[in-house]
């Protein structure tokens, strides 16, 4: 049964990740990843600063540092030639942030994991382009130190997601580098709230549900992931650099959340196949 | 190929322009921002305005402009403090707080106005030394000399644990019958309350309802849906119990007398509870001063508000005579019915 669902799954994202595309182009892409099948892996770890509101548990904008962990894998299906590759991200961050004048001390987490299919277009040497789809979920939290009964707010989302890369190789004298900018956003999904005023006791010691879940589009809930990436050869290694914007929002049962979140990246990028470990200076690899 | 390109830079402007911001308006830090926000959070989120309306003809609208007026540039503040917690009286509500480094406003006539009837050093008697009376989970216990059990709850902050409820029910089985005294019971955890009610019921039990704003209009609320009293799965209270209340039986302990009264075998001595029957939240200034107030509103079970207070089945005051010779009148009122009770085959 699980595994008809995940066949399910999969055609799904595929059929719109090829929605996504000009199909009409599709004769002219003579190139195939298929050959190669490379999967890249990269792990990240970065520090910035957010901005967080929620309106639950208080109106003022909370601010501070940020700790991110960013793990990404992707690699070429055999679907169409090797013209679809599967992306699969996670973005972790833990946050510890204050209230303007500093009386009022929060702390956040959350986890956010996208699964999606990108169509890959070759226009110019070097250039790749890739548009697709995600299915994208997050779990979250934020936590006031000195609120009562509406200390803390639980986040749990769903979404179907858009997603377009840029990935472009070059060579900066005899290094060669992977520059990358991507883009995703949510278009349709669902999230778990409390209703306006409701207490969690309502909720969870009672069994008192009301509208707590809500379908999310970008009209009440415009989100968006930037992570632009730079990969540079260090030794035998490949270190990559990157900024990550974090825009995630909601705006239901008359609660506004916002968690702005910019950070600098830092980590590295392996290259392999799952049979032998692959050469990093191999022309088609350029994730 | 220009097409592509011109489409994929159409789809991402598109996407970065969905992006837009989400935020809250919030006054600025100043003395009028910081009353307009006070203000506005009460008229948003309080739980109350139509009872209150009914009850003395409270018009928040109008309690503004009045106080509005009273808020200048340049004032201290303290003086601004003042003002606001005068506003905020005008709620009389004793969840209702506002919290700065000085102070803390509050509304207390709803126990200043009325006898104490409770004193430490009556309970002490009763009680007696520390030897002599057991203690779990911030329940104390004994029997007193004429085979009746007393159980002092002084708060709800703590959950008792099944075996905390089970141990004291063992040692109190041989009683003829249980006092519980939440007088000056503040409240705690509504789980809390619940958990004590559990030992008094034997089938699933509609303790009342309690609803929730779904909106910022005053009259923007949800459906009351039931709580559910379910009972203690392990030993049970069978025989008769009286529950002693005050003017200080606040908030969750308001709550648990609602949950009780009217059950079979219970009754409740003493005075009118304090009322605090919406679950507080808790939101903040721009200058950093915290507001609680009432947001989550509780009805007993036929329905009706019990903000203001449940009444007592047997009321009684301490007297003033009873004070001087060392005797809790309510306790002794409690002890005479229970034992009529018992006599009367009321388990």
Request: proline content about 5%.
């Amino acid at each position: 049964m699980l595994v008809l669902k995940m066949r399910s799954v999969r055609r799904l994202l595929l059929l719109l990740a090829l929605a996504l595309t000009d199909t009409a182009t599709l004769p002219a892409q003579s190139d195939s990843l298929a050959p190669s099948r490379l999967t890249t892996r990269a792990w990240l770890l970065g520090v910035g600063r957010v901005n967080r509101l929620d309106t639950y548990l208080s109106p003022l904008e909370y601010t501070g540092p940020e700790l991110h962990v960013v793990r990404e894998t992707m690699r070429p299906t055999r679907w169409l030639a090797g013209r679809i590759s599967t992306q699969r991200l996670v973005v972790a961050g833990v946050a510890y942030t204050h209230s303007p004048t500093d009386d009022g001390k929060a702390w956040s987490g959350q986890i956010d994991g996208a699964w999606g299919y990108h169509y890959n277009w070759r226009p110019a040497p070097g250039l790749r382009l890739m548009a697709g789809a995600q299915a994208a979920g997050g779990l979250g939290f934020q936590y006031h130190t000195r609120n009562g009964n509406n200390p803390a707010q639980a986040r749990a989302d769903v979404a179907l997601s858009a997603s377009l890369l840029a990935v472009y190789k070059f060579r900066l004298g005899r290094w060669p580098m992977t520059a990358r900018v991507q883009a995703d956003a949510p278009l349709l999904g669902a999230m778990f709230t409390p209703h306006y005023g409701q207490s969690y006791y309502e909720l969870f010691s009672l069994g008192h549900y009301d509208r707590n879940v809500r379908f999310t589009h970008p009209g009440n809930a415009p989100s968006m992931r930037w992570l632009a990436t730079l990969d540079v050869p260090l030794g035998r290694a490949v270190v990559r650099v990157g900024y990550l914007c974090d825009i995630r929002q909601s705006d239901v049962n008359h609660l506004k959340r916002h968690a702005w979140s910019h950070a600098l990246l830092v980590g590295y990028v392996r290259h392999f196949t799952l049979i032998r470990p692959a050469d990093r200076r191999r022309a088609d690899m350029i994730y | 190929m220009k097409t592509l390109v011109s489409s994929l830079t159409a789809l991402l402007t598109a996407l970065v322009c969905l992006t837009s911001c989400i935020t809250e308006d919030v006054p600025d830090n100043s003395p009028a921002g910081n009353f307009e926000a006070l203000w506005r959070t009460l008229d948003e989120h309080y739980c109350f305005f139509r009872e209150k309306g009914e009850e003395y003809g409270l018009d928040w609208s109008a309690v503004g402009a009045e106080y509005r007026d009273a808020v200048v540039p340049g004032m201290s503040s303290e003086q601004l403090f003042e003002v606001m917690a005068a506003m905020l009286a005008e709620l009389r509500d004793g969840h209702v707080n506002l919290s700065a480094a000085h102070d803390v406003a509050r509304y207390g006539a709803w126990f200043d106005d009325y006898p104490a009837n409770y004193s430490d050093s009556l309970e002490r008697i009763y009680l007696g030394r520390s030897e002599d009376y057991a203690e779990a989970a911030g329940l104390q216990y004994r029997v007193l000399d004429d085979n009746i059990g007393y159980l002092r709850c002084e708060s709800f902050n703590t959950t008792p644990g099944d075996g905390n409820l089970n141990e004291i029910m063992r040692r109190l089985a041989v009683c003829d019958g249980l006092i519980v005294d939440i007088r000056h019971n503040g409240g705690g955890m509504l789980t809390a309350a619940q958990k004590l009610a559990s030992l008094f019921v034997n089938e699933r039990t509609l303790g009342g309802y309690m609803s929730h704003k779904t909106g910022p209009g005053h009259d923007d609320f949800s459906e009351p849906e039931p709580i559910w009293i379910e009972p203690f799965e392990a030993l049970r209270w069978q025989k008769p119990v009286a529950v002693l209340t005050n003017r200080r039986t606040y908030s969750a302990a308001n709550s648990f007398t609602m949950f009780v009264k009217g059950l079979p075998r219970v009754a409740v001595v003493g005075d009118r509870t304090g009322g605090g029957a919406g679950m507080p939240f808790t939101s903040e200034l721009p200058n950093g001063w915290s507001v609680r107030f009432s947001a989550c509103p509780m009805y007993d079970r036929d329905g009706q508000c019990t903000e203001s207070g449940v009444d007592p089945d047997l009321e009684v005051d301490i007297t003033a005579a009873d004070y001087a010779r060392g005797v809790d009148t309510i306790i002794e009122t409690a002890r005479a019915w229970l034992r009529q009770a018992a006599a009367d085959g009321l388990d």
